[in-house]
């Protein structure tokens, strides 16, 4: 689910999210890799990967202020995923 980023962008931080179970991890990755592209704007982006067990959200920004505010996007989206699958697997 990854896009391309510009890679002339000054800021990057590497959110990474380790999950008991492959499984979890996927349905995480699937909830907000759909986002990828879709909330990008001129001074940042994203891209979600996984690597078995864990998520990574690469951010990148032209801008600190643009990096913070994608940091705080991308940290929302992924808790409110969690909290989806945590309710999910108790029904």
Not at 20 to 48: F, L, M, N, Q
């Amino acid at each position: 689910m990854a896009e391309s980023v510009d890679d002339d962008a000054p800021h990057h931080l590497s959110l990474q999210f380790e999950y008991d179970t492959e499984e979890r991890a996927r349905r995480v990755e699937r909830s907000v890799g759909v986002e990828v592209g879709e909330i990008d704007d001129a001074r940042s982006a994203a891209t979600v990967t996984r690597d078995a067990q864990t998520v990574e959200v690469r951010i990148e920004a032209t801008d600190l202020v643009a990096l913070r505010a994608g940091t705080n996007t991308w940290s929302r989206l992924l808790a409110v995923a969690e909290r989806v699958e945590d309710v999910a697997s108790q029904a």
